[in-house]
């Protein structure tokens, strides 16, 4: 609960809302016009003027997606990768951040700079030689063959998020922690990880939505229909000389809930986080 | 690593990634002295390896239409009937060509032996030969095999002596028409260029369409293809039969390049044709906006279907490409279409071969043409009756005139890249003729005779 | 491992007589060192992970482009030694335009995503009710598949059935060819990449506001501070590192596009909306120029690196705190 007076604050206010109106605009039209498409008849959709509302309403353009595309095979494969890999990477990402922010180690920024370096590596280049790489373990086509690389690609922005948010936190909770005898991996359970919860949030979702959208390594390393992912999938929509935006649409309607889902999920946790920051003394 | 914990930022930077450059390097020799046994599987008549009668084979084959049912499957089940103890497994390729290729290129030169049958593009054969990623077939085959099929489609498939894809449909393209139009002002179906420049001028003048004739300006490949039907129409070409010059800068190219430019500055083809696709121009002239449009073969059904969504059905006539006057005619089409590969890394290619010979038979063709509308690419069912009756395309394929693209170069995409981008920014009018087909020349000699970016 | 600090057992060197400071100096010196061990500890499953999954490739890649790479049936052989990659890239016009296209496209996109996403950041920090809800639609633009991105822009910018075209034409603005054209071209890359990436910003701003100890604010209210001043001297300053971490991975982002254009426009209208991402794409996967295809992409993430070192020796000499 805030009960600042705001009244510096309402002139800047009134400006910036407005602004941020726009923008709000500017996001939502084109989200309306790819949701309302998805809804029109396939033949209403390459209609010209084009109608600003399906009339009539249909759903056939989700009907095809999911029965002649089976996009619900590659909803779940998503799913399965993004998750994991998610996970792993705030574990694994978590424990780095913790070290290479708040540890006295030598060569730690060597340590950061690499991992920017290796981000920062342009996947095209890169995937060839781990196709190969990935053939001679037997990993092709398979989870784990999206999931490590999408970890390891991911991580370094992961460790440099959390590493940012971990610094913030002051020291002085960490000493008290360490006096009444609580080793590395209690204090960063019991006490930076829920000071730094939005860092966590960001990385988290940063890391959700690159898996979830990634393109070119899904479609070099699975090329098997039970385990590609939605991107792959849709590159399949329509046929050579067609692009059913329809059916893209649709699919890409679908894509999109999980993702809300989960927003809508942790943001309770956000806001209790946020609110425990304001009661922090 | 306390060793390497010791040391100093920098130089411990410069040591990982030394040792890192080093072990990639030594990786790489090693695996370069490994020769391929089907690398060296030379073109000498040899029996192919693995049994011709049973197996499994994974086929990679981009969907062929959207409706249903599928050709690939269908196809698929026929071929088991005749074959029982061969098993194939269908992979959905990607639609968009490019992707498909570069998909292709990552698994077959990363030494897969899966695929072992693709679906590939009719410009493929020089490249993919070239750099080993697809297996030569003459000496699977006996030359009657090959001689059964339509003129110029083995050549097309051919590279330096061995034939690298088999022909399994075809393309080409088509002049659409309005015919409900062309009744309307008493016009006859244009059979000159020209002749069909001032009637799409007039229809649009009249506020009969919104666009004239509508074709594939873009800066992609579909552009060569349109190019090249003008260029042909003319009488011109765009290499020599070396491979080592470019002769589109000539007279006929000149005419060639002048009248797409003019169809733009006349009105006949509205200014966004150089952003047009095959699906925007297709989806132009069904929607009733233009009254003329070239097109590949899949124009009469998508045209002819309501739901595709087409406003034109009935009132569609479709012919030969026009010509230039004083030139050959009917004008040149394009030459599109799919060949069937093999993966040089298969582990069956007997049975591969089975399947690919199956798939160019007769029995499979009239399939491709009589249930489905594709072009046979086996000249005794092209012009059988049964398939002629089918549509109105398939009826007039036989009266065509064919020019393949200059895809007999591995450097062919290179190639193809100066001719789409030169002529799209020629049509744009950011560059005059001249100026493009000069650049398009010098651009392709150096893509043929050194290799650049 | 971890161990809290131990005093030391008697008789272990500990001077009797002495002042404090050697002494705790030793201890702290043994602390220090336990904890960078136990740092190297916790980072190394991260550490090994991202090792052995990216230095081989990253390596190979690197390797190619410094070799003549021709690609068998069996892989690539890579043989000898040679500058000529290079040297065909840095005389490729093609490669030069990519290159100042990649550089302007970075630069006008991150500053007013970056501009946007402040706006929006700061606007969602001072909603109560309802941000779940603003939060679940920003980031819905994010977290659309980019192909599927791109062709919702491509079938806005269609030119038949587009509903801008029409838009244009309603307000008379006629019928004007947007992907056709060389500027609004590049206009509409940029417009469909803001629209997808603002939101990003505007989390990881989001994230720094809401770190800031309302105490500040606080204190400035009652020294009487307006709202922009408030801005300026409390937020702004304390927003930097997170805004500038927000550049710094947009930068790097942006300077990897790919499949906008690839979608949008093809790289086209002729190469003018080619960035170094699709070049190299092109070199290696059409072209089969392997050589060179790689030379563009490791020279591109060279790049990105030198720029991102010096981007953060700046910022630390500016602000002064530890990025």
């Known amino acids: 609960m805030r009960n600042r007076s705001r009244h510096g604050w309402r002139r800047v206010v009134n400006g910036v809302n407005l602004a941020a109106l726009l923008v709000f605009i500017f996001i939502a039209l084109p989200l309306y016009w790819m949701v309302a498409s998805a809804f029109k008849t396939p033949a209403n959709v390459g209609a010209s003027p084009p109608q600003a509302f399906p009339h009539p309403l249909s759903v056939s353009n989700f009907t095809v997606a999911f029965s002649q595309n089976t996009f619900g095979r590659y909803i779940i494969n998503s799913v399965i990768v993004a998750v994991v890999a998610t996970v792993l990477v705030l574990v694994l990402g978590s424990l780095a951040g913790y070290a290479l922010g708040r540890l006295p180690m030598r060569g ?34 398979s989870y784990q063959a999206l999931i490590i690389p999408y970890t390891a690609f991911y991580l370094p922005f992961a460790i440099w998020i959390l590493r940012n948010y971990f610094m913030a936190i002051p020291h002085e909770m960490e ?5 009444d005898g609580a080793n590395a991996l209690r204090t960063i359970w019991s006490i930076i990880l829920p ?36 991107p792959v999938g849709v590159a399949l929509f329509g046929s050579q000389f067609t692009v059913p935006y329809g059916t893209l649409f649709a699919a890409s309607v679908v894509a999109v809930v999980p993702i809300a889902i989960l927003v809508f999920i942790f943001r309770r946790s956000v806001v209790s986080g946020l609110t425990a920051g304001a009661v922090k003394g | 690593m306390k060793v390497i914990a010791a040391m100093r930022g920098r130089s411990r930077l410069m040591l990982i990634a030394a040792i890192g450059v080093t072990a990639a390097l030594t990786a790489t020799a090693c695996s370069s002295n490994t020769s391929s046994p089907a690398a060296t599987h030379s073109a000498s008549g040899s029996a192919p390896s693995g049994s011709a009668t049973s197996g499994n084979i994974t086929w990679w084959a981009s969907p062929i239409t959207t409706t249903s049912p599928d050709p690939r499957t269908v196809l698929i089940s026929a071929f088991e009937k005749a074959y029982p103890n061969i098993h194939v497994n269908l992979q959905s390729a990607p639609t968009d060509t490019d992707t498909n290729r570069a998909s292709l290129i990552t698994t077959i030169s990363g030494g897969a032996s899966s695929p072992d049958v693709f679906m590939g593009d009719v410009i493929w054969p020089a490249q993919f030969g070239h750099s080993g990623l697809a297996q030569p077939l003459s000496s699977y085959f006996p030359s009657s095999y090959w001689s059964s099929f339509a003129p110029g489609l083995v050549q097309g498939a051919t590279y330096k002596g061995q034939v690298y894809g088999a022909p399994f449909f075809e393309d080409q393209g088509f002049l659409y028409y309005r015919k409900d139009l062309l009744a309307k002002e008493h016009m006859a179906v244009p059979t000159t260029w020209p002749q069909l420049e001032s009637d799409a001028a007039a229809l649009v003048h009249k506020g009969l369409v919104k666009y004239g004739y509508v074709w594939q300006g873009d800066s992609y490949e579909g552009l060569t293809c349109n190019f090249m039907e003008y260029l042909g129409s003319a009488g011109g070409s765009a290499l020599n039969s070396g491979l080592t010059q470019a002769t589109l800068n000539s007279p006929a190219g000149t005419e060639a390049a002048n009248f797409m430019r003019s169809l733009i500055t006349s009105g006949a083809s509205p200014s966004a ?22 097109n590949w073969d899949y124009g009469w059904s998508y045209s002819q279907t309501a739901s595709s969504p087409s406003s034109v059905v009935g009132k569609v006539g479709v012919s030969p490409l026009p010509s230039f006057p004083g030139q050959a005619s009917p004008g040149t089409s394009n030459i599109g279409g799919w060949n069937l590969y093999i993966n040089p890394h298969s582990k069956n290619i007997a049975a591969d071969v089975t399947f690919i010979k199956w798939m160019t038979s007769p029995a499979a063709q009239t399939i491709l043409g009589t249930e489905f509308s594709e072009i046979p690419t086996v000249q005794s069912v092209r012009q059988s009756a049964a398939v002629k009756a089918k549509n109105p395309v398939l009826a007039i394929v036989g009266d065509t005139r064919l020019i393949p693209r200059p895809a007999q170069t591995p450097a062919y995409a290179k190639v193809s890249q100066a001719i789409y981008t030169n002529i799209n920014s020629m049509l744009a009018g950011s560059t005059s003729v001249s100026g493009a087909l000069s650049a398009a020349t010098s651009q392709i000699n150096s893509a043929l005779n050194s290799s650049g970016l | 491992m971890s161990t809290p600090s131990v005093a030391p057992a008697p008789g272990t060197g500990v001077d009797v007589t002495g002042t404090a400071m050697p002494k705790h100096a030793r201890r702290q010196d043994v602390f220090r060192r ?19 999954v990216t230095i081989f490739p990253i390596c190979y890649a690197i390797a190619m482009s410094v070799s003549n790479v021709s690609a ?35 630069v006008v996109t991150v500053a007013v995503e970056v501009i946007l996403g402040t706006l929006v950041a700061l606007v969602l920090e001072r909603l109560t009710a309802g941000r779940g809800w603003m939060m679940a639609l920003l980031l819905i633009p994010w977290s659309m598949v980019t192909v599927i991105n791109a062709e919702l822009w491509a079938y806005i910018y269609n030119p038949t059935y587009g509903v801008l075209d029409a838009i244009f034409s309603h307000i008379g603005l006629g019928s004007p060819v947007i992907l056709g054209t060389r500027v609004p071209a590049i206009a509409a890359l940029m417009a469909a990449d803001i629209w997808k990436t603002t939101p990003f910003v505007a989390i990881i701003v989001l994230a720094g506001l809401v770190m800031i100890p309302r105490d500040y604010y606080e204190a400035a209210e009652v020294d009487g501070a307006s709202g922009w001043t408030a801005f300026w001297r409390i937020t702004f300053p304390l927003l930097r590192p997170t805004i500038a971490l927000a550049v710094l991975f947009r930068v790097l982002q942006a300077f990897g596009l790919f499949d906008l254009p690839f979608v949008l426009t093809s790289g086209g209208p002729g190469y003018s909306t080619q960035p170094l991402a699709i070049l190299a794409y092109n070199a290696m996967f059409r072209d089969l120029d392997f050589g060179p295809g790689a030379a563009v992409a490791t020279s ?24």
């Open chain 3, 34 to 52: 336990q904890q960078a061990r136990l740092g190297w500890g916790l980072s190394a499953p991260a550490l090994i992970l991202i090792g052995a």
């Open chain 1, 175 to 179: 000493e008290s922690a360490r006096i």
């Open chain 1, 195 to 230: 000071q730094a919860w939005p860092g966590l949030f960001t990385a988290g979702i940063f890391t959700f939505t690159a898996c979830w959208t990634e393109f070119l390594m899904a479609l070099s390393f699975n090329v098997s229909n039970d385990y590609r992912t939605i």
């Open chain 3, 300 to 323: 591109t993430a060279l790049l990105v690196v030198i720029g991102c070192l010096v981007f953060l020796k700046v910022f630390r000499a500016q602000a002064g705190t530890e990025v």
């Open chain 2, 273 to 294: 044709v150089t952003t047009f696709q095959e699906a925007q121009s297709m989806s132009a002239f069904a929607t009733g906006q233009a009254a003329f449009l070239r």
């Open chain 1, 108 to 141: 730690r920024f060597t340590v950061l700079v690499i991992l920017l370096m290796i981000s920062v590596f342009p996947v095209i280049a890169v995937v060839v030689p781990l196709y190969a790489l990935l053939r001679d373990i037997g990993w092709l086509n």
């Open chain 3, 72 to 106: 068998t049936g069996s892989g690539f052989s890579l043989s000898g030694i040679t500058g000529s990659n290079y040297s065909i890239m840095f005389h490729a016009a093609q490669w030069r335009y990519a290159l100042f296209f990649t550089i302007f496209y970075t």
